[in-house]
C-alpha cells in the first residue's frame, strides 16, 4: 500500500561510496563494496545487491518514488538468484514508469560533464517496445503567431520528447499547422498533400485534425497485418484551440474513436485549458499542460499509460527482443564491439482494483551478448555451407553473418524543421 510518509533508504547509484570532508557517507549512499569482474566489462560492480539510478529530473526522495523503490525490492534476491541459475546472465534490470532504473549487479554511476544523469529508463527502446505495441503517431503541432519564444522552444522539446519514445514498430509523421496545413516532412505525398490543396479554405485546426485522422485511417488499412493491436494516436500540441473541432471528431473518429488524441497545452495561459481537455476526454486520450521545460518530459511518459493499458486487457504481455545494439550505456574499450539485444517484458500490478485499468509498473529486462545466443546454432551441426542468424518475431534481423549494424542515434534528436524526415520504415522480406 502506498505510504505517503515512507521512510526508507534505498542504494542511489550516483551517491554510493562518497563521503563528505567528516568521513560521513553522503545521503542514499553509504559503503558499497565493488570489485571489477571480467563478466561484466571489467567494471566494478557488486554482485551481492542491486543498485539503484534516478535520474537527474526526478527528484529521489519523491514518495511516489520511494514507494515504488521499497516495493522492488523483492526484485534483489530474484536477480541474484537467476545469476546463479545461469552465470551466462549480464544486466538484469527493471525500469520503474516512476522514472527509477534497478540494475543488477550494482555499479557506481558517473554524471556527465554537466553533473546530470541524464538516463532515464522510461525512453529505452526496450522500455517503450515492452510497455506498449507498435503505434502510428501523427504530431500536431500549432505554429500560428502566439507560439513564438519560449512556448515554440517548449513545442520542439515536446515533439523531440515523443519522439524518443518511438521505436523500429512504429511510424510517425509531423504535422506544422496555422494559416495553411503543412507536412514538416515532404515525402508522405499523393491523398495527404492533395487533401491539403483541395481544403484550403476550411478552418486550419479542423483541417489538420481532419487530414490527421484520414491518413491515420489510412495507414491503418496498409498496414493490417498489425490488426487491433496498432494504437493510433494524434498529439496536438498548441497554446490553444479555439475552433469548432467536434463536427471533424463526429465525422472522422466517433463513435469508435480509434484514433486517441493527446492534447499538451503549452504555456501559462489557461484559457484555452477547457478545450483541450474536451478534445483529449472526448478521444480516450489524456489532457496535459506544460508550462515549462522542465516539465516536458513527465508529461509525454502519460501517453505510454494510457497506451499500455489495451495490452492489460488483452493479455498481451509478449516477451520483446530489441534489435541489436552497440552496448552504449556501460561501453568500455573492452568490449567495444560487442553486439546486443534487450530481452524485456511489461509489468503490471496485480492489485484487484488496479486489474481493470492496467496499472503499468515498468519493464523488466536483461541484456544479452548476441554472441550467446548465436553459441545454440555452434559451427560443426550447420554443414558447409551452412550459417545460422536471428531475426525477430517482428521481422528484424539481429544477427546475420553479412549484417553490418550502424551504431545507433537516434535519428530525430535534432530536427532541422523545415527540412525532409521520413516514416521510419518497416522491414520487409
Ligand atoms: C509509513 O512509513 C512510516 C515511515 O517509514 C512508518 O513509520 C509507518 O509505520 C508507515 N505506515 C504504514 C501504514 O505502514
Redesign the pocket.
Known amino acids: ?1 502506498f ?1 505517503a ?4 533508504d534505498y542504494y542511489n547509484s550516483m551517491m554510493i561510496n562518497s563521503v563528505d570532508e567528516d568521513g560521513n557517507y553522503a545521503d542514499l549512499g553509504g559503503e558499497f563494496p565493488l570489485e571489477e569482474n571480467e563478466h561484466f566489462n571489467n567494471l566494478p560492480v557488486n554482485t551481492l545487491q542491486s543498485d539503484i539510478q534516478v535520474p537527474t529530473n526526478v527528484y529521489n526522495k519523491d514518495p511516489v518514488i520511494l514507494n515504488a523503490i521499497y516495493n522492488s525490492e523483492a526484485l534483489n534476491d530474484v536477480f541474484i538468484g537467476n545469476f546463479q541459475k545461469d552465470p551466462t546472465l549480464t544486466w538484469q534490470f527493471f525500469g520503474s514508469s516512476a522514472g527509477f532504473f534497478r540494475l543488477y549487479p550494482g555499479i557506481k554511476w558517473t554524471p556527465d560533464a554537466n553533473g546530470v544523469a541524464a538516463f532515464d529508463c522510461r525512453n529505452r527502446n526496450w522500455y517503450i517496445q515492452a510497455a506498449t505495441s507498435p503505434k502510428d503517431i501523427i504530431i500536431m503541432v500549432d505554429i500560428s503567431g502566439s507560439m513564438k519564444g519560449l512556448k515554440m522552444t517548449i513545442a520542439k522539446h515536446t515533439i523531440n520528447t515523443i519522439l524518443d519514445t518511438l521505436g523500429e514498430n512504429d511510424f510517425v509523421n509531423v504535422i506544422a499547422y496555422t494559416d495553411y496545413v503543412r507536412y514538416v516532412e515532404p515525402c508522405f505525398k499523393g491523398t495527404l498533400v492533395q487533401a491539403d490543396l483541395d481544403n484550403r479554405e476550411v478552418t486550419p485546426l479542423s483541417a489538420s485534425l481532419g487530414f490527421s485522422l484520414i491518413s491515420l485511417t489510412d495507414t491503418h488499412a496498409r498496414t493490417n497485418g498489425q490488426g487491433s493491436m496498432c494504437n493510433q494516436a494524434i498529439m496536438l500540441i498548441t497554446d490553444g484551440a479555439m475552433e469548432d473541432f467536434e463536427a471533424i471528431f463526429e465525422e472522422y473518429n466517433w463513435p469508435e474513436r480509434r484514433v486517441r488524441v493527446f492534447t499538451y497545452l503549452i504555456g501559462r495561459e489557461m484559457t484555452f485549458a477547457q478545450n483541450t481537455k474536451w478534445i483529449a476526454c472526448n478521444n480516450k486520450g489524456y489532457y496535459t499542460h506544460i508550462s515549462t521545460l522542465a516539465d516536458v518530459q513527465e508529461n509525454v511518459m502519460e501517453y505510454l499509460h494510457v497506451l499500455s493499458r489495451p495490452m492489460v486487457i488483452n493479455h498481451n504481455h509478449d516477451i520483446i527482443w530489441t534489435e541489436a545494439y552497440m552496448d552504449t550505456l556501460f561501453n568500455t574499450k573492452a568490449q567495444s564491439l560487442l553486439l546486443m539485444t534487450s530481452v524485456a517484458m511489461p509489468v503490471f500490478s496485480k492489485k484487484k482494483e488496479t486489474l481493470s485499468h492496467g496499472i503499468l509498473l515498468g519493464v523488466v529486462g536483461t541484456d544479452v551478448p548476441l554472441q550467446e545466443v548465436m553459441k545454440l546454432a555452434p559451427r560443426y551441426m550447420l554443414g558447409p555451407h551452412g550459417y545460422a542468424f536471428l531475426i525477430t518475431n517482428n521481422g528484424y534481423i539481429l544477427a546475420h553473418p553479412d549484417l553490418r549494424p550502424l551504431v545507433r542515434t537516434w535519428m530525430y534528436t535534432h530536427i532541422n524543421y523545415s527540412n525532409t524526415f521520413c516514416p521510419l520504415p518497416r522491414a520487409s522480406f
Do not use: H, M, R
Open positions: 500500500d505510504n510518509s515512507l521512510k526508507f
